[in-house]
């Protein structure tokens, strides 16, 4: 059973930075492209970042090298560093599985910026 | 590439037909387009993607289909699970882009 867990996120304030972990299990980690899209409060689905199996990265127009995504296939875990963070950013975080459509994703992890 | 999703809230009844559109604003590489499904607090789940295939465990009553730049999913006869939000997506071209999504919702 593919389970996708991700961690990390919180309360931060503007200008602020956090690392978002998302844990896979159930398939084979280092063969996958992995993706992060997030859900701004009453919103819609927005793409965030991917990483290909390679480790080559693609990024949302918006993030404007702010973001980092990472992998460690050691670990089965995918990364999203996320600095100079603003209230925009304020959204449901989640990972999934490949870059082109998302097979299975995540439960989210709830990122807040705010004074 | 903007994809449009139509009507942006769909009330029907049990075991009715539910038709839902997306339309791109481009041409969409290979039929690069799926479908999500999304329940209150949940994450969204793939229903279907190449435009047409179900994804693994996917019922047979929801359908994708394409003409052009209009696409389609069909679910033949809802059932109460069935009533939730739905989103478009395409992965033909970088960036990847969602629609802004269907809702379906008891009539």
């Known amino acids: 059973e593919v389970q996708l867990l991700e961690s990390g996120g919180g309360l931060v304030q503007p200008g602020g930075s956090l690392r978002l972990s998302c844990a896979a299990s159930?398939?084979?980690?280092?063969?996958?492209?992995m993706t992060w899209v997030r859900q701004a409060p009453g919103k819609g689905l927005e793409w965030v970042s991917s990483i290909s199996s390679g480790a080559a990265s693609y990024y949302a127009d918006f993030v404007q090298g702010r973001f980092i995504i990472s992998r460690d296939n050691s670990e089965n875990t995918v990364y999203l560093q996320m600095n100079s963070l603003s209230a925009e950013d304020t959204a449901v975080y989640y990972c999934?599985?490949?870059?082109?459509?998302?097979?299975?994703w995540g439960q989210g992890t709830l990122v807040t910026v705010s004074s | 590439i903007v994809l449009t999703q139509s009507p942006g809230t769909l009330s029907l009844s049990p075991g009715e037909r539910a038709t839902l559109s997306c339309r791109a604003s481009?041409?969409?590489?290979?039929?690069?387009l799926a479908w999500y499904q999304q329940k209150p607090g949940q994450a969204p789940r793939l229903l279907i993607y190449g435009a047409s295939s179900r994804a693994t465990g996917i019922p047979d009553r929801f359908s994708g289909s394409e003409s052009g730049t209009d696409f389609t999913l069909t679910i033949s006869r809802l059932e109460p699970e069935d009533f939730a939000l739905y989103y478009c997506q395409q992965y033909g071209s970088s960036p990847l882009t969602f629609g802004g999504g269907t809702k379906v919702e008891i009539k």
């Open positions: 481009q041409s969409v590489s290979k039929s690069y």
């Open positions: 999934a599985q490949r870059r082109q459509w998302l097979e299975y």
């Open positions: 159930g398939f084979t980690f280092s063969d996958n492209a």
